[in-house]
């Protein structure tokens, strides 16, 4: 297959380019740059440099003889994404490129807005150029758990029947975004709902928990291949980052009582997900929905993996709760379906001690490359 996918230097997107390549796909990466932009305006640089896109596909040509294609440019641009379109003509779109962090959404109201001109301006363009040039083709949209919020029911995957005074109909589950970041990802699913009822796109939604972990067996060891790994307060996500607070010896933190639950899944189990949405493509007219994690964690149970990792490798790892600089909930129900995958095939890689001890040992290669006044800098919810 034709495989284009936006937002192709991010933390998961280089490594789907990868995989995709190594599966025979013919793979376009485009790029804007914008994460690395904004790593740099706010100093939240990443653990370790990373090529750019244009070196990392030589890179991966010279290791596996298999080209990826790359664009660098806006997608929030329509010239530029029709161009695109009308060159490559995918059969399949992957849609990752995105303002990806919650705190950075938070931060401000440049970047408030700049995340919603962004978001939704990218996923329109996408939209309009798959009906003006590729009507087949097939959009996974990387969406997001965080859509659904932490309701006091279960979570279906996607869709809910409601029954209501004696009539039934089935809608979209309800969403409650955390942050507004998580709520322009609910605006794209509404968006491409409509688009899917009128025009009778094809598309799939990804609900994506937080992802952990560096190394796929595509990068191996070189880490040339790899992705970014942050563990700043914006870009980082909680076990990347508390894997690297532990290797510092700087105390883990846990946000408020830590008993905030979310479904968690590997980088690699991100790209068996995403390689099985584009190998069996929704329906034209489909809005598919998929709930994309492996299993469940609080943060606290996250720090005491940590923890108890950092006692194997010799490490003194401290917990300490910080205030919560976000509002969200501590305590609470969370019980969110997630089969459609597995039906797919999907082989999970649980987060086993193993797991935790190969990643942490990874981080420790680094350990010099840490600076800690990067770790925690509090941006707040709340005005
Ligand atoms: N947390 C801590 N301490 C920290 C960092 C985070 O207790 O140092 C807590 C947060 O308060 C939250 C949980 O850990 O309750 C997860 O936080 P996170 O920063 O790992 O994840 P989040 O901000 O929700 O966003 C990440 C990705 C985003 C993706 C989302 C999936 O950055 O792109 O959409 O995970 S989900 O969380 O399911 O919405």
């Known amino acids: 297959m034709k495989v284009l996918i936006l937002g192709g230097d991010g933390y998961i997107g280089w490594p789907t380019a990868m995989k995709l390549s190594a599966a025979g796909h013919e793979v376009m990466a485009v790029d804007n740059y914008l994460r690395r932009r904004l790593m740099r305006e706010i100093d939240c640089e990443a653990l370790f440099e990373v090529p750019n896109l244009h070196e990392r596909a030589r890179v991966w040509e010279e290791s596996l003889g298999k080209r990826v294609e790359v664009r660098i440019g806006d997608l929030d641009d329509w010239s530029f994404v029709s161009s695109l379109f009308e060159e490559f003509k995918p059969d399949s779109i992957i849609h990752y490129a995105e303002q990806p962090s919650a705190p950075y959404s938070m931060l401000d109201r440049r970047a408030a807005r700049l995340t919603l001109d962004n978001n939704l301006g990218v996923t329109f363009n996408v939209i309009q150029a798959m009906a003006e040039y590729t009507p087949e083709a097939h959009l996974v949209k990387l969406g997001t758990m965080g859509e659904y919020g932490t309701p006091n029911i279960?979570?279906?995957?996607?869709?809910?029947?409601?029954?209501?005074?004696?009539?039934?109909d089935k809608f979209l589950f309800p969403r409650a975004a955390g942050s507004f970041y998580h709520t322009t990802k609910v605006l794209d699913t509404d968006m491409l709902w409509f688009y899917v009822r009128v025009w009778g796109l094809r598309v799939t939604d990804l609900m994506q928990g937080p992802?952990?972990?560096?190394?796929?067996?595509?990068?191996?060891?070189?880490d040339r291949l790899y992705?970014?790994?942050?563990?700043?307060?914006?870009?980082?996500?909680?076990?990347?980052?508390?894997?690297?607070?532990?290797?510092a010896g700087y105390p883990l933190t846990v946000y408020g009582r830590g008993g905030q639950t979310r479904g968690y899944l590997h980088l690699k189990d991100a790209l068996q997900c995403v390689q099985l949405a584009v190998e069996t493509p929704a329906d034209k007219g489909e809005l598919r929905v998929f709930n994309q994690f492996v299993e469940t964690f609080s943060v606290n149970d996250l720090a005491e993996r940590v923890r108890e990792s950092g006692d194997r490798l010799?490490?003194?790892?401290?917990?300490?709760?910080?205030?919560?600089?976000?509002?969200?909930?501590?305590?609470?129900?969370?019980?969110?379906?997630h089969t459609g995958l597995?039906?797919?095939g999907l082989q999970p890689n649980k987060l086993t001690d193993q797991v935790m001890d190969d990643m942490m040992k990874i981080t420790m290669r680094y350990r010099d490359h840490i600076s800690n006044d990067r770790i925690f800098r509090g941006v707040k919810w709340k005005k």
């Open 154 to 168: 279960d979570i279906e995957e996607g869709w809910i029947e409601i029954e209501h005074k004696g009539r039934s």
């Open 211 to 222: 992802v952990y972990g560096l190394a796929t067996e595509e990068s191996g060891e070189d």
């Open 227 to 247: 992705s970014f790994l942050n563990y700043d307060e914006v870009f980082g996500t909680v076990l990347n980052r508390f894997m690297v607070q532990a290797v």
């Open 314 to 337: 010799g490490l003194e790892v401290e917990v300490k709760n910080l205030p919560n600089p976000r509002k969200e909930a501590e305590e609470h129900y969370y019980n969110p379906a």
């Open 342 to 344: 597995i039906d797919l």
